[in-house]
């Protein structure tokens, strides 16, 4: 039967970003796989990670900005970006902030993110 989640979680986060969660460990319980909507500012920025996890995401509105070893990948409103287990990543937002949804698998866990100090 099909489980309706009414309403996401509010996940607490410093830096002025908002994290819903309609799926993952906190919301649904599971493991297997996260779902969240994030709604970051103008010039909001985490630290580097290494996740043990793979991570799709879908900018709806403003710009992405993924940094890796490679460079900076620039991820505009109708584009997507996957960032894999293993990979060094560090995400911040354009001028204008930015508005997403990201797919973690498995889901999202602060310990398995591997965030510097």
Known sequence: ????????????VPGGKLIDEYAGRVTT?????????MVAPAGWEEPAQT???D???????????????????????RQGVVTRAGERV???????????VAVCLP????DLAHRED
């Open 51 to 53: 996740p043990e996890f």
């Open 29 to 37: 319980g599971t493991g297997a796989v996260s779902v969240a909507h």
């Open 90 to 100: 560090r995400y911040r937002t354009g001028p204008d902030g930015a508005e997403y």
């Open 107 to 110: 889901a999202f866990a602060p």
């Open 55 to 77: 991570e799709y995401t879908v900018v709806l509105r403003g710009t992405l900005l993924v940094e890796h070893d490679g460079g900076v990948t620039e991820v505009s409103a």
């Open 1 to 12: 039967m099909p489980e309706l989640i009414s309403a996401p979680t509010r996940i607490p």
